[in-house]
C-alpha cells in the first residue's frame, strides 16, 4: 500500500508531502473532505503498537474535551479518531506495509528514506 492520510488545509502536510517527493502511484486522503473508514483505522493500527500512536494529542479538541485528565482505553483512542478527523496524528504515511505517523523531523526522514531506496 502506498498511501498517505493527511489534512490539505495543513501546512505542514502539505510541506512534508512536497518533501517527500512522492512517485505517481502515492494515493492521497484527505481526511477532512474523505473521513477515515474504521477498515482504514484498523489497517493502520495492524502497523503500529497501539491506536493511542495514531492519536493527535495536540489536536484543540483534546484540550476542550479535558481528555487529558481522563483514563482512556486504546478502544477510546480508536474511537475519538474515528468521530474527528483533528484526532488523527497526521500526515500518516503508509508504504510496503510500514507506517509512519506524525511530522517529527526523524520520521518525516525514515519515509523519504523507504519510499526512495
Same mark, same amino acid.
Given at each position: $500500500?502506498?498511501?498517505? *492520510?493527511?489534512?490539505? @488545509? ?5 510541506? %512534508? &508531502?512536497?518533501?517527500? =517527493? ?6 492521497? !486522503? =484527505? %481526511?477532512?473532505?474523505?473521513? %477515515?473508514?474504521? =477498515? !482504514?483505522?484498523?489497517? $493502520? /493500527?495492524? #502497523?503500529?503498537?497501539? *491506536?493511542?500512536? +495514531?492519536?493527535?494529542? /495536540?489536536? /484543540?479538541? *483534546?484540550?476542550? #474535551? ?5 483514563? #482512556?482505553?486504546?478502544? =477510546?483512542?480508536?474511537? *475519538? &479518531? +474515528?468521530?474527528?478527523?483533528?484526532? #488523527? ?9 510500514? &507506517?509512519? &505517523?506524525?511530522?517529527?523531523?526523524? @520520521? ?6 523507504? %519510499?526512495?531506496?
Amino acid at each position: $500500500m502506498k498511501k498517505i *492520510y493527511y489534512l490539505s @488545509t495543513c501546512n505542514t502536510c502539505t510541506r %512534508i &508531502i512536497s518533501e517527500l =517527493d512522492l512517485p505517481n502511484d502515492f494515493q492521497l !486522503q =484527505d %481526511i477532512k473532505t474523505e473521513v %477515515i473508514t474504521e =477498515d !482504514q483505522i484498523e489497517e $493502520m /493500527r495492524s #502497523l503500529t503498537d497501539s *491506536y493511542e500512536s +495514531l492519536f493527535s494529542k /495536540r489536536a /484543540r479538541l *483534546y484540550k476542550a #474535551l479535558d481528555l487529558k485528565n481522563k483514563a #482512556l482505553s486504546d478502544n =477510546d483512542y480508536k474511537n *475519538y &479518531i +474515528l468521530e474527528h478527523y483533528t484526532f #488523527l496524528k497526521r500526515p500518516v504515511v503508509l508504504f510496503n506495509n510500514q &507506517i509512519f &505517523i506524525g511530522n517529527s523531523k526523524k @520520521t518525516v526522514e525514515a519515509a523519504k528514506q523507504a %519510499i526512495h531506496e
